[in-house]
């Protein structure tokens, strides 16, 4: 739904535009500076108003708590490939949220991650703490669940690394794309 409103800020603030430059003769650049107020204006006004922002930001808290509970978990560790891996998936997980928390429009891509994948590696890691502390490292079952652990954290971790990539790649191309208009509209203007 937020790209939605998105489109129709960005139709609304174009059509202002147009008319800003056509209608009322305002030149292009004060009918650019007015198109992006009308632009910012609806953002805020589709935005603020939006109950999906809410829901987006218990989503971001409850990962937040995931990620406390991810850091209690690991604490113990003996191991420094889990411990590691552990520690790269907390690291890109901050940098996703942060990305999330300047980007609304790239929740939808991140609620899996920040839900169900979250969820589960909490879950392994807790597993893992629990029974390297009851089985030790000499017990077969409990090296054949560490590698398996090992082996889901890793991953685990390749996964959310690429979903981090995948947001900054999106938004470069929206940011290209972005450009690519503004040099067609000036080439249009007879201005570059």
């Known amino acids: ?15 202002a535009f147009l008319v800003f430059l056509f209608a009322l003769d305002f030149g292009v650049i004060l009918s650019a ?30 990962a937040r708590r995931k990620l406390h509970r991810l850091r209690e978990a690991s604490g113990g560790l003996r191991s420094r490939v889990v411990r590691g891996h552990v520690d790269e998936i907390i690291a890109i997980t901050n940098r996703v949220i ?9 929740l939808p891509e991140v609620r899996q991650m ?45 996964h959310f ?6 947001l900054v790649r999106s938004d470069l191309s929206d940011l290209t794309a ?4 503004l040099k067609e509209m000036l080439d249009w203007e007879g201005l570059r």
């Open 1 to 15: 739904m937020p790209q939605v409103k998105i489109i129709l800020a960005t139709a609304l603030s174009a059509a």
């Open 33 to 62: 500076v007015l198109g992006a107020a009308i632009y910012g204006a609806l953002q805020l006004l589709l935005t603020t108003t939006d109950p999906t922002i809410r829901l987006y930001g218990e989503l971001l808290r409850e």
């Open 98 to 106: 942060a990305f999330t928390e300047k980007k609304a429009t790239q």
């Open 114 to 158: 920040l839900s169900f994948y979250l969820d589960a590696t909490v879950q392994i890691v807790t597993a893992y703490a629990e029974t390297a502390a009851l089985t030790g490292s000499d017990s077969r079952a409990g090296s054949d669940f560490a590698g398996k652990a090992e082996e889901s954290l890793e991953a685990i971790r390749d």
């Open 161 to 166: 690394h690429a979903q981090y990539e995948r």
């Open 178 to 181: 972005r450009m690519e208009a």
